[in-house]
């Protein structure tokens, strides 16, 4: 009887959790605004000025070793640093975030443990210079919360123009200090592929064209993760870094928030084989595509 009940209840959580999720597996509902009419479309100017001034700040390096530099891209609301570890090659470079919603903590600790590995493996950096950034929204990550400090998705704040203003979006685009600071990292950088960890969606995204396609096929080749394609949300990274920028932009969404406890480095393992095909199989960027970013 006992097992009887245990096996209705799983059946009904997996019911509803079909239900949130959708049958498409990776398409989820968007979180809710803080109520009042829907937001109205703001009008935003493009391209927008790069790098973003008083929101982001210089790049101050921390710390330094042979192999990689810890470099404070920014401050959060809160104060908290916004760092990236950044292994410098020459031959084009990608950037690998996660962390931008905070109460995805698995994202972070994967990211952290990709730059562990390279820190350990740096020629898993194929000779490109790799740009890690952990803890994209870290006052969020220190709550446990999808937004920042402000209340703002930091996933819906960037400078595109699909940006939607809204309470929980930010009232204009690069509103907030970790956006602008990510924004800002990208000018520096010039990234030709952005691979943004998410959870718990369980897929893999392209976002933007052709180029974010094929290096979607490639990442899923190696991966757990189904791919799926989904519609760009309003002021997100994927809508500023693959559709408007054109660079190649892929959202991984693991399948869950936090580590396993059954087997932590078999997890890892698991995911952290995907990023590196995405780093050798990133392509060089179009010769277009240095326009967008104001230079």
Request: net charge positive.
């Amino acid at each position: 009887m006992l097992g009887q009940r245990r096996h209705a209840v799983a059946a009904s959580c997996l019911c509803l959790g079909a239900l949130a999720v959708g049958w498409t597996g990776c398409a989820g509902p968007e979180p809710s605004d803080l109520g009042g009419p829907p937001p109205a479309v703001q009008s935003v100017p493009w391209p927008p000025d790069l790098p973003v001034g008083r929101s982001a700040g210089p790049l101050t390096r921390t710390t330094a070793s042979d192999k990689a530099a810890a470099l404070e891209l920014g401050r959060s609301v809160l104060g908290r640093p916004i760092e990236a570890i950044v292994f410098e090659g020459e031959h084009g470079s990608v950037m690998i975030l996660g962390g931008i919603h905070g109460d995805e903590p698995l994202s972070s600790t994967l990211v952290e443990r990709l730059a562990a590995h390279l820190r350990a493996h740096p020629q898993d950096c194929a000779g490109r210079t790799i740009v890690v950034i952990p803890r994209a929204n870290p006052d969020g990550l220190a709550a446990g919360t999808r937004w920042n400090a402000r209340g703002v998705d930091v996933n819906r704040n960037f400078s595109t123009r699909n940006f939607a203003a809204a309470s929980r979006h930010g009232q204009v685009p690069l509103s907030e200090p970790e956006s602008g600071a990510l924004v800002a990292a990208i000018a520096r950088y010039r990234p030709s592929c952005i691979i943004s960890v998410h959870a718990p969606l369980n897929c893999i995204d392209a976002d933007g064209g052709a180029a974010s396609r094929r290096l979607a096929q490639q990442i899923a080749r190696v991966s757990p993760l189904p791919l799926k394609d989904l519609p760009a949300h309003p002021g997100s990274l994927g809508s500023y870094a693959g559709s408007d920028l054109g660079l190649q932009m892929v959202t991984y969404e693991l399948d869950r928030k936090e580590m396993p406890r059954w087997s932590a480095a078999t997890y890892v393992r698991r995911h952290l084989k995907p990023l590196l095909v995405a780093i050798a199989n990133c392509e060089p960027p179009a010769a277009s595509v240095g326009l967008h970013f104001g230079k």
